[in-house]
């Protein structure tokens, strides 16, 4: 169809070039109603997911006795038993920086459901009712909690492929984790849907109200939960009196009472891509060119980085959106269907690969 592939030749390359470029998903077609992106936007936000799943929840402690969530997906009538049975290939759902679980990404883990795949959101400390247990929430690029859950889960199903996709703002915490863990990442492949790439322009440069405000009254009313235990570290009134999501993440991260840090510092050690060239997992980036939420392809998509790593692919679309992609269907969207895609035929040639000498398969 449209999409354009930007990557490093390799043989992997040549690889996810015959596969998607023969996969109808991407063949056009795509495209012929809801072209606006403003109105993908709030179709998402209005709409639910059909049929409501079922999630059975695991809450994970940290080695500060934080806890962090796992939430199963067992399907729309509890077929399958919330991740206790043996599974060939785990797949890790990350949601947006707000710990919203929209009606996309549950949408993907039903596909992924029906493909065999063990699907497993997972949510931050006191996000998506999660319990907040100590005075602390996770940074927008730490991926501390997210590799105790990525170790929790392989102890879990010793024998399984590991998997990531991450949706929007999430990105930026899949990506911190695959660049600070390098071939220790214990996945075999990952994909970001409609990803940020660059955390502080992305804050500083303000976002669409459509977008902004939805996800900033989600994450106030969380926080509300906690006022007391949060009071501790930082102040409350004026985390829930931001206006922006750039005011609650400075008043969050930065103002803090015992280690107060500046906003330049912070990004110092949250930037999605700051070890970018560690990353030793390929990674399929799906993006829009009329992408509303990240801004013009242009200054937001590192294009440099797809043309030099060997582990980066660009997969990009004159349109689609911030996580919408849609296409005529009962609630399909194909972009999770392109990732699917993806991420079989990485399993295809990593399974061809693993005897011989070629792309190293992740620890």
């Known amino acids: 169809g449209c999409c354009r592939l930007l990557c490093k030749p390799s043989a992997l390359a ?42 059975a929840r695991e809450l994970l402690q940290m080695p500060d006795t934080g806890l962090v969530a796992l939430d199963w997906l067992v399907g729309p009538r509890g077929a399958r038993s919330g991740g206790g049975g043996p599974s060939s290939v785990v797949l890790l759902l990350i949601p947006n920086a707000a710990g919203k679980v929209t009606r996309g990404l549950l949408q993907l883990g039903l596909r992924a459901l029906e493909r065999g795949f063990v699907p497993v959101i997972f949510n931050r400390r006191g996000h998506n009712n999660c319990p907040l247990t100590t005075p602390r929430l996770q940074p927008f690029g730490d991926p501390g909690d997210l590799r105790e859950a990525v170790t929790y889960l392989q102890c879990q199903h010793p024998t399984a492929s590991l998997l990531a996709v991450s949706e929007g703002s999430g990105s930026g915490l899949l990506l911190a984790y695959l660049g600070e863990s390098g071939s220790s990442s214990r996945l075999a492949a990952a994909a970001c849907i409609s990803p940020i790439f660059r955390g502080r322009d992305w804050f500083e440069s303000g976002m669409p109200w459509l977008y902004e405000w939805p996800l900033l009254l989600h994450l106030k009313r969380g926080l509300s939960r906690y006022t007391g235990s949060l009071a501790k570290a930082v102040d409350m009134d004026v985390v829930l009196g931001s206006r922006s999501l750039r005011e609650l993440e400075e008043a969050l991260f930065c103002r803090t009472r015992s280690h107060p840090t500046s906003w330049d510092s912070y990004w110092e050690h949250n930037e999605p891509l700051r070890d970018a060239d560690e990353a030793a997992v390929p990674v399929l980036c799906l993006c829009s060119a009329d992408d509303p939420v990240r801004g013009p392809p242009s200054p937001s998509l590192p294009l440099e980085l797809f043309r030099t790593s060997p582990y980066f692919f660009l997969l990009l679309t004159p349109r689609g959106g911030h996580c919408g992609f849609p296409r005529w269907g009962a609630g399909r969207c194909w972009g999770h269907e392109a990732v699917l895609e993806y991420f079989k035929a990485m399993g295809e040639f990593l399974g061809a690969e693993e005897p011989r000498k070629g792309l190293p398969r992740p620890r």
């Open 14 to 55: 040549q690889h996810l070039v015959q596969n998607l470029g023969w996969s109808a998903t991407l063949r056009g077609g795509h495209w012929l109603w809801l072209c606006c992106p403003w109105l993908q936007m709030l179709r998402q936000l209005l709409q639910l997911p059909e049929p409501e799943p079922v999630v």
